[in-house]
């Protein structure tokens, strides 16, 4: 076993819906996307996250397109309109997760 950034593996995407973010993880071969689907959970997510995701992480597997789609709830700090965060709309999450470390 050796350990990798996801960034070698996969691409990302990130937006928002209120005081959600959402990041998508898409695979870049089928294979990978089974070692994404194994060690990228929803409870690794939100440690990833610790401090800045304060709700729950919901993960969503859509394998038609080698993708994991996870749901962080309660992260924006209210959102873009009210939120005095730098990132308020979560654009700069996908490029982040993409730093996790994971073994295969």
């Given amino acids: ?3 990798i950034q996801l960034k070698e593996i996969c691409h990302g995407r990130s937006g928002d819906k ?3 973010a959402n990041i998508g ?3 870049y071969k089928k294979e990978d996307y089974e070692i ?3 060690e990228v959970t929803a409870e690794r997510v939100k440690k990833f996250f610790e401090g800045i995701c304060k709700g729950e992480v919901d993960r969503y597997e859509m394998p ?3 993708a994991l789609n996870f749901v962080l709830h309660n ?3 209210g ?3 009210v939120s005095l965060m730098l990132d308020a709309q979560g654009k700069t999450l996908a490029s982040a997760l993409l730093k996790m470390e ?3």
């Fill in 79 to 81: 959102g873009g309109t």
């Fill in 18 to 20: 209120g005081d959600a």
């Fill in 102 to 104: 994971i073994e295969i």
């Fill in 36 to 38: 994404i689907k194994r």
């Fill in 75 to 77: 992260t924006l700090g």
């Fill in 1 to 3: 076993m050796k350990k």
């Fill in 64 to 66: 038609n397109i080698n």
């Fill in 25 to 27: 993880l898409i695979a």
